[in-house]
């Protein structure tokens, strides 16, 4: 992805990008493109107690984030009917420059806002369930279905994506000018994250999925095969 600022606008006023504004991902494209690529959500929300963020596993539809935990989960509990953040970021590398003030990091990331809603519906709580499982890896089809039991113990919070923006930056460090002939090196040092190799958990002998072989030793980070989007 590049480093060229966004050629849209966004959604709201409160995701508008205002430091580093140039970085700034407002397409639709390009925001669900590192929902995709992304692992964890860090979760935001305002508590009895105070504010919490959480990280957490989601799942993605074309329009809707999905978030899940138990049903005891507070965090949950607290983004029903609520305004919520959430947060996916990827760090790509880091950034080292002739000053430790122009540090910086290499990353793609993507801040969601919205009023939580509690998923009731039977039809969408399972595509919901199904859309966490193979956000990374599918394997909703290789495994067990679950028991109305694990459904009914299972809190689904969705979040729509009306309201978004995304930041990316790449490339090398960027140094003052009066820092050029300072004899520092400077430059960035690329993060690159892999799959290893499956790990058998006693399984009785039963095959590894197709699909969990063939991560193996792949970007953590590449493209989500759009067949298992919603």
């Known amino acids: ?39 964890v959500a860090h979760v935001g929300v ?11 596993a989601y799942g993605l539809s074309d329009d809707t984030m999905y978030l899940h935990g138990a049903q005891a989960n507070s965090l949950l509990a607290f983004s029903v009917d609520a305004e919520i953040c959430a947060t996916v970021t990827i760090v790509d590398g880091l950034v080292l420059a002739k000053t430790p003030f122009n540090h910086s990091m290499n ?26 499982t193979d956000h990374i890896v599918p394997t909703w089809e290789t495994t067990r279905s679950l028991s109305p039991g694990e459904i009914r113990a299972t809190r689904i919070v969705a979040l729509s994506l009306d309201e978004m923006s995304g930041k990316v930056r790449s490339g090398g460090a960027v ?26 958990t006693g399984d009785a002998g039963a095959d590894v999925p197709v699909a969990v072989r063939d991560v193996a030793g792949r970007d953590v980070h590449g493209a989500r095969d759009a067949d298992h989007r919603g």
């Open 1 to 39: 992805m590049s480093d060229e600022p966004s050629s849209t606008g966004p959604a709201t006023a409160r995701t508008t990008v205002r430091r580093g504004a140039r970085r700034a991902r407002y397409e639709r494209s390009a925001t669900l493109d590192i929902l995709r690529r992304g692992i």
């Open 46 to 56: 305002v508590t009895d107690s105070g504010p919490v963020v959480l990280p957490m």
């Open 107 to 132: 990353y793609r990331s993507v801040v969601v806002r919205g009023r939580g809603r509690r998923v009731i519906d039977d039809d969408e709580v399972l595509l919901a369930c199904r859309l966490i």
């Open 175 to 200: 140094n003052d000018v009066e820092d050029e002939v300072v004899p520092v090196w400077s430059g960035h040092l690329p993060i690159i994250a892999r799959f290893g190799q499956p790990v058998a």
